[in-house]
């Protein structure tokens, strides 16, 4: 039998709505959206059985997982309520907004007994699959430094428009010109984490004010350095009301003999691997990785991302129908999203270094 599938939030949300109306194991069985007259309009394009305005109808509706992509305050609040209703749970970044909706959300997940997928699709980008993997053979030695940058002007989705909250409702701005940058980590230090095994321990913080957009009291850039469990540090930086075309994602890893690089400037280019592991090397390799996998089914790019959507739509189907652990679970989704929120307490505490929580040994008593 078919999965049955819910998806909140039309805007972000539709990628998840082209992949799931494609899934031969799914059904796109339900859509929900505030926004008046937009839920019916994307179930009759997707031929939907169902669409609500109302998101606890949707939770109580005949389906079987709920994808989260409301905005992202009301991520916690919406994966609870959905898991109270029975219903699996794949969230869109960040899991939380404070430290404690993500106790919350940790215990929720656990008294639930259901799945709860954190969907960050940087992490199923098919070069940091492949950076992953040389890592992990060794091939810059151990990891020690890595620095990311995400630079994404988005302050045309800061006004007017609906998204059923607002952040200043006289001035028109929604609840992303409110967001510290550096709670929106994940893009860069998820993928981090996963290259370089390990989990953030403790986090410093610095923003630049608000220059830009100071009508909304709007951070314009934000950078966390962390520390992580291995000993290695981190470094992300991120902004989302800069004045930058087009927008950047970019990373560096750092191991004791090479590098990983991938291109800066927002523009393509190839990756940079540097390694003293090869005889007579005499600069870094150039290497032309893609976001998308090769060999992909046609369907594989239907979410955008290159084909990091699929796979990441796939991997919760198959936790759910295999019974298994999502691979980045409710703890890994936490160790990507609340280092970025400590790291904004230390800045608005003059740079004073913050401990980051362990969630697992918190409510499961693991070290």
Known sequence: MALRIGVAGLRRGMGFVRVFSHHRECELAAVCDLEPGRAKSVAD???APMYFEDYSELCRA???AIVVATPAPLHVRHALEAMSEGK?????????????????LARGVERSGLKYMFAENMCYFAYIE??????????????????????????????????????????????RASLPPIHYCTHDLGPILEIMDTRVVSAVGMHTGSNVMPEGGTIDMEVGVFRCASGAVAKILVGFSIARQPSMHWMVVYGTQGYLEGPRGGAGGDHMLYTERTDNLQGPMRLPLSSSHTGAPPEATAGGHGTSEYF??????????????????VYRGLDYSVPGICAHLSAENGGEPVEVPDYRAMVNGEG
């Open 130 to 175: 492949t950076y992953e993997q040389m890592v992990k053979r060794g091939d810059i030695g151990k990891p020690i430094y890595a620095e990311g940058e995400y630079i994404h002007d988005c302050r045309p989705l800061m006004h007017d428009r609906f998204d059923g909250m607002t952040a200043g409702s006289e001035r028109g701005l929604t609840w």
């Open 312 to 329: 990441m739509c796939n991997d919760f189907v198959r936790c759910i129908v295999d019974d298994t652990q999502p691979k980045i679970d």
């Open 88 to 104: 699996h749970v794949m969230s869109e970044v960040p899991a939380a907004f404070d430290l404690d909706e993500a106790e919350q």
């Open 62 to 64: 005949d389906i079987d």
């Open 45 to 47: 394009e997707f031929d």
